[in-house]
């Protein structure tokens, strides 16, 4: 029979198991830390790429038309139906939120600046997000896994200056169309919807739009746009570059490129509003 002082085994096995459990977790984080640090340099070679591919201008700009009808032209009928609902939405709930005695002329102060300045910006690119950041890396996913930009690379294409330079061009330059044309449908909803359901007068609506406007409340949604055009451009890109193999592997990335897409945009739209919001007061 063994001395007394051992302890029993089940309990030995407990211990070294407490023991180790530090060490596992230590070692989780720190697969998940170098995983992303390798997963970040990758983005910044890609985006290095991208840079590099701007000069091949015969490999771009063939596609850059193509690109562009199918961000912008393709998006505007559900950009319209978002911003007409937003309008009007946006026009009921001021309107019955406002305490009895104050002037009717506020409402259209409050749409306009909560339209411009966040909501036909914001809930555009997040909606665009979707549809065009989904179909991006869906594209180029598919592209990655039936091999065909191992192809381009043996025609001597560069794959990141034909797939993705067109794309983050098409992005700059039609978002910003887009939330432009989101904003004027949000407005223009507004006004319908207050004159024909609630008391409020054309000229009530008039006056509240041209209080306390400034130029640069314009140009504040179109810098956020920019930033959101290229976020979308960027992260979908990538993701369809780098995606997995197979059909599962290409849905992944989609539902990944969407997600990281929606949280740089509110990241963007935060640090946007903290550095500029002093300078849109009239």
Excluded at 25 to 34: E, I, P
Excluded at 255 to 270: C, M, N, Q
Aim: proline share 5%.
């Amino acid at each position: 029979m063994s001395g007394g002082s051992h302890a029993p085994a089940p309990l030995a096995a407990a211990k070294v198991e407490a023991d180790a459990f530090p060490i596992r977790v230590a070692r989780k984080f720190g697969r998940l830390g170098l995983e992303q640090l390798a997963h970040t340099g990758r983005f910044a070679q890609f985006v290095g790429d991208i840079a590099r591919g701007f000069r091949e201008v015969r490999t771009w700009a063939p596609e850059l038309l193509k690109q562009m009808r199918g961000i912008g032209v393709d998006s505007m009928p559900l950009v319209v139906i978002v911003a007409g609902f937003l309008g009007a939405v946006s026009a009921f709930q001021t309107r019955y939120q406002l305490f009895p005695g104050v002037q009717l002329s506020v409402i259209g102060l409050i749409v306009r600046q909560s339209i411009v300045l966040e909501l036909g910006p914001l809930l555009t690119a997040l909606v665009l997000a979707g549809r065009v950041g989904a179909k991006m890396t869906a594209e180029i996913g598919t592209m990655r896994v039936t091999e065909q930009i191992d192809a381009l690379e043996t025609l001597a294409f560069d794959p990141v200056a034909f797939l993705a330079v067109p794309r983050l061009i098409a992005a700059l330059i039609m978002v910003p169309v887009l939330v432009l044309v989101a904003n004027f449908m949000a407005i223009v909803s507004a006004f319908i919807t207050l004159i024909m359901a609630t008391d409020v007068t054309p000229l009530d609506y008039k006056a509240g739009l041209q209080l306390a406007f400034i130029p640069f409340q314009i140009w504040y949604s179109v810098i956020k746009s920019i930033g959101f055009g290229a976020a979308i451009a960027l992260v979908c890109t990538y993701e369809g570059y780098v995606s997995g193999s197979g059909a599962e592997g290409v849905g992944r990335s989609t539902a990944k490129a969407v997600v990281l897409t929606s949280v740089a945009i509110l990241v963007y739209d935060a640090i946007i509003a903290a550095l500029l919001a002093p300078f849109i007061q009239a």
